[in-house]
């Protein structure tokens, strides 16, 4: 069953942000993952989780979960957490589809 990844984004440092964009994707290729989707949040309808603010999402696609786990915890994506953290506060999350 193929997976989407979703991040909810909150950019902090758009230095950080563009050195870890620049990174990210070839990490998620050498997983089987794509990036299908980025933009921008032009409006939030509702909040009914009391959702931290977010400007920007990401989707990304996997053939499997086991894929999208793989690459979440591989030692390549874990290489670019600490550039990460300082461009941004994600939530990251895996749909069935």
Known sequence: MAIKVIGLIELTNSAA??????QVGQTVAQYK???E?????TEVFWNELACKPFSAFVE???????DARAWAHSPEYQSLVAIRNQAMN???FGVAI
């Open 37 to 41: 989707h980025r933009g921008v949040i």
């Open 60 to 66: 990304l696609h996997f053939p499997s979960k086991e």
């Open 17 to 22: 942000f563009e050195q870890y964009r620049s």
């Open 90 to 92: 994600l939530t990251l």
């Open 33 to 35: 993952g794509s990036i």
